[in-house]
């Protein structure tokens, strides 16, 4: 069987920006992806404003994702799972807007038990204006290749320190026995580990997982919950790392800590633990803007 290092990587890809996607949000599409998440809050609720990680629908599938896959040989593209997410916020997405996605395959970096593709995606509207910027970190489980090309992983790391004093929220939750099917139509993430447990298996996994989105997802909720109620969008940054597979009959618990100012604003830091006892999300990142 041949390694990684002796498939083609199309490594001539990196910073080739894809054709622009255009989306047309309605506030069917933020409802569903609200309902998906069992999202409570009632701008999201009522398909007023998107909730913070909607930007992924008709940006990841149809932009981000084929840039990072045009740089993958095709025989370890199934091999994917979701490494990290980071979104840069420029202005809130509402009903009736019409925007353009593109996207680049911006890096390239081994490690030890696999390789990361980093892309880029922007989201702008029909005149130009930036609305959303968001990196997706795919990591290609086993395969290998000795390269570190292109744009590093973006900063959110998670100051340990936070863990000496009591956190300054905590949100628990547990997932439907429906949730990643829900999730995958209103996201349109049609990747088979979340929907099919034989198939799953196949993959080396125990069996369907939750779209790391979807937890994601899960902590906006907590963020805006505790954070920003009044005006979700005053989140001007959310980034995660995912660090462990999550699988629907688990709860997770999201511990957040207030970490000073940053760029944007008052810092929020964020882990989420399984009641398994894995961490499932490290490095969190939000910034709450006044």
Known sequence: ???????????????????????????????????????????????????????????????????IMAVV????AMRVVHGEQDFRYHQPIRPGM???????????????????VLGKGTTETDDGELVVEQYMAAFFRGAQLDVDEG??????????????????ARVTHSYDADQTHRYSAASGDPMPIHLDDDFAKAMGLPGIIVHG????????????????????TRLKRFAVRFAKIVQPTEMVTHSLWRAGSGEHGQRIVFETTSDNGNVAIKDGLAEIGA
């Open 98 to 116: 019409t925007l353009v996605n593109r996207a680049a395959a911006v890096g390239v970096h081994g490690a030890s038990s696999g390789v990361v």
């Open 1 to 67: 069987m041949s390694t990684s290092t002796e498939l083609h990587w199309n490594l001539d890809k990196l910073g080739q920006w894809g054709d622009p996607a255009r989306f047309e949000v309605t506030r069917e599409k933020i409802i569903a992806y609200a309902e998906a998440t069992n999202d409570e809050h009632p701008a999201h609720r009522a398909g007023d404003l998107a909730p913070p990680v909607f930007p992924v629908v008709g940006a990841l599938i149809d932009a981000i994702a084929p840039q």
């Open 73 to 76: 040989p095709g025989e370890i």
């Open 213 to 232: 989105l979807c937890t994601m997802a899960f902590c906006g909720r907590a963020v805006v919950s505790e954070f920003c109620p009044d005006d979700p």
């Open 151 to 168: 744009e590093p992983l973006t900063e959110h790391s998670f100051d340990p320190s936070a863990r000496s004093r009591e956190a300054d």
